[in-house]
Antibody, heavy 117, light 107 residues
Framework: EVQLMESGGGLVQPGGSLRLACSAS????????MNWVRQAPGKGLEYVSG????????FYADSVKGRFTISRDNSKNTLYLQMTSVRTDDTAIYYC??????????WGHGTLVTVSS | DIQMTQSPSSLSASVGDRVTITCRAS??????LNWYQQKSGKAPEILIY???SLQSGVPSRFSGTGSGTEFTLTISSLQPEDFATYYC?????????FGQGTKVEIK
């Protein structure tokens, strides 16, 4: 069974940094592209970032470009999202998503990031 | 970036109703269009991928059509468990943008 477990969320001050992790099990992480998708409280889904299976290509929403970095360690079955220079509008639940056939096949339960002073 | 626009933003319907949600892309995305269902407090789940392919395990009352810039999600006979928010997403190019969502509520 595919399982994605996000961690690393919490309260961070504006301008601060945070690293999210997504531990994957039940499949071979190195065979799949992965995404981060977020959802601000009471709002819709927003694509944040994506990374190809071998990590060779990364993609970002304009809203996070230059501040967030996606990476992966296939040997540890873990996906990461390094968040820097965070802003209050980065407050959201962050979901880790396994991509299959160009769509989000499996989603984690999410981790809440709150940016506030 | 490709902009995705869903309509309506919300709708009220009764059990047994036929429901149609539309998603429009700002440029042609061929058939790279996916539909997700999100219930309150839960992570989204895939319903339809590649515009019209039903994900395994999803009831056949859900169907998707369209190509290019205009797409529809249809629920042929609304069931109590279908009250949720539905999102389209394009997977033609990165960033993989979502529509703003359509909330389906009980009438």
């Amino acid at each position: 069974e595919v399982q994605l477990m996000e961690s690393g969320g919490g309260l961070v001050q504006p301008g601060g940094s945070l690293r999210l992790a997504c531990s994957a099990s039940g499949f071979t992480l190195s065979s799949f592209s992965m995404n981060w998708v977020r959802q601000a409280p009471g709002k819709g889904l927003e694509y944040v970032s994506g990374i190809t299976a071998n990590g060779g290509m990364t993609f970002y929403a304009d809203s996070v470009k230059g501040r967030f970095t996606i990476s992966r360690d296939n040997s540890k079955n873990t996906l990461y999202l390094q968040m820097t220079s965070v802003r209050t509008d980065d407050t959201a639940i962050y979901y880790c998503v396994k991509v299959e056939n160009y769509y989000g096949h499996s989603w984690g339960h999410g981790t809440l990031v709150t940016v506030s002073s | 970036d490709i902009q995705m626009t869903q309509s309506p933003s919300s709708l009220s319907a009764s059990v047994g109703d036929r429901v149609t949600i539309t998603c429009r892309a700002s440029q042609s995305i061929s058939s790279y269009l996916n539909w997700y269902q999100q219930k309150s407090g839960k992570a989204p789940e895939i319903l339809i991928y590649a515009a019209s392919s039903l994900q395994s395990g999803v009831p056949s009352r859900f169907s998707g059509t369209g190509s290019g810039t205009e797409f529809t999600l249809t629920i042929s006979s609304l069931q109590p468990e279908d009250f949720a928010t539905y999102y389209c997403q394009q997977s033609f190019s990165s960033p993989r943008t979502f529509g703003q969502g359509t909330k389906v509520e009980i009438k």
